[in-house]
């Protein structure tokens, strides 16, 4: 089984900063494309950002200057620093392994970890 978990949310001010981490670990070699999710109460789950294993990054226009993601293999880890954060990133974030294979692509999700901005 693979298992991703998230850490790093909290409560913060307008302004303010956050890292968040994700960890993968179970029957897994890499990484392979790692995006953040979000979603917030009564909203449609949105991307934020991804990150393939050769490191091309993509993100939703909302977080475009403010947010990047990153990767660190040896540490099946990935990062999402999120800066001068606003009231609408509050949402619950999650980490998503996609992996593809030959008939598509599997998806596994971690859990995911509270932000919350406040004004």
């Known amino acids: 089984q693979v298992q991703l978990v998230e850490s790093g949310g909290d409560l913060v001010q307008a302004g303010g900063s956050l890292r968040l981490s994700c960890v993968a670990s179970?029957?897994?070699?890499?990484?392979?494309?790692v995006a953040w999710y979000r979603q917030a109460p009564g909203k449609q789950r949105e991307m934020v950002a991804t990150?393939?294993?050769?490191?091309?990054?993509n993100y939703a226009d909302s977080v475009k200057g403010r947010f990047a993601i990153s990767r660190d293999n040896a540490k099946n880890t990935v990062y999402l620093q999120m800066n001068s954060l606003k009231p609408e990133d509050s949402a619950v974030y999650y980490c998503?392994?996609?992996?593809?294979?030959?008939?598509?692509?599997?998806?596994?999700w971690g859990q995911g970890t509270q932000v919350t901005v406040s004004s």
């Open positions: 998503a392994l996609h992996i593809p294979y030959s008939g598509g692509i599997r998806d596994y």
């Open positions: 179970g029957s897994i070699f890499s990484l392979n494309v």
């Open positions: 990150i393939t294993t050769g490191s091309s990054t």
